[in-house]
Nanobody, 127 residues
Framework: QVQLVESGGGLVQAGGSLRLSCAAS????????LGWFRQAPGKEREFAAY????????YYDDSVKGRFTISRDNAKNTVYLQMNRLKPEDTAVYYC????????????????????WGQGTQVTVSS
């Protein structure tokens, strides 16, 4: 049974930092690309960051570029999202997701192109 478990969310003031972690079990993360998405109340789930299997390629949404950094440790089956200079508009539930090679070549920013999802972790940024 595949499980993705996020942690590290919380309440932080604007300008602060948080580091999210997502631990995978039941799959070999070294065979899956990984992504972080977020969903604010009343809004659709949106893409934040992506990292390929060997950490040679990363993509970011323009709204987080330069502030967020995605990384992974395949030995620990874990993906991270370092979030700096947080803004109130970053407030959302953050989800990690894994996609297998069958989605190679497809849009990495589309939630439909991911196989597995975590339960999410809440990030709240106060002004």
């Amino acid at each position: 049974q595949v499980q993705l478990v996020e942690s590290g969310g919380g309440l932080v003031q604007a300008g602060g930092s948080l580091r999210l972690s997502c631990a995978a079990s039941g799959l070999t993360s070294s065979t899956y690309a990984l992504g972080w998405f977020r969903q604010a109340p009343g809004k659709e789930r949106e893409f934040a960051a992506y990292i390929n299997i060997r950490s040679t390629v990363t993509y970011y949404d323009d709204s987080v570029k330069g502030r967020f950094t995605i990384s992974r440790d395949n030995a620990k089956n874990t993906v991270y999202l370092q979030m700096n200079r947080l803004k109130p508009e970053d407030t959302a539930v953050y989800y990690c997701a894994a996609r297998g090679t069958r989605y190679s070549g497809t849009d990495w920013s589309a939630p439909r192109n991911y196989d597995y999802w975590g339960q999410g972790t809440q990030v709240t940024v106060s002004s």
